[in-house]
Nanobody
Framework: QVQLVESGGGSVQAGGSLRLSCAASGYTNRGYCMAWFRQAPAKEREGIAVINSIGIMTYAISVKGRFTISRDNAKNTLYLQMNSLKAEDTAMYYC??????????????????WGQGTQVTVSS
């Protein structure tokens, strides 16, 4: 059974950094499309970063230049390094996986597997 477990969320002041992790089990994520989404209260879920099986990364404009997605296939783990955090980055962050990347890759409907989420709160 596929499981995705996020960790690393927390509270931080604006301008600070956090690193999220997503541990995958039940499959080998080496060939999978892996992504990070976030959802703030009363807002739609937003795709923010995706990395495909050969390491090509795509970012939402809202996080480009501040966030970095990466994967360690040996550890079956996905990461999201978040720098220069802003109050508007406050949200529940989710990792997601799918055997392939759809087009556009940041569309939530492509992803079959989701973690339970980790909360990120940025205070200004």
């Amino acid at each position: 059974q596929v499981q995705l477990v996020e960790s690393g969320g927390g509270s931080v002041q604006a301008g600070g950094s956090l690193r999220l992790s997503c541990a995958a089990s039940g499959y080998t994520n080496r060939g999978y499309c892996m992504a990070w989404f976030r959802q703030a209260p009363a807002k739609e879920r937003e795709g923010i970063a995706v990395i495909n099986s050969i390491g090509i990364m795509t970012y939402a404009i809202s996080v480009k230049g501040r966030f970095t997605i990466s994967r360690d296939n040996a550890k079956n783990t996905l990461y999201l390094q978040m720098n220069s955090l802003k109050a508007e980055d406050t949200a529940m962050y989710y990792c997601a996986a799918n055997p392939f990347c759809g087009s556009p890759p940041l569309k939530s409907g492509w992803y079959n597997y989701w973690g339970q989420g980790t909360q990120v709160t940025v205070s200004s």
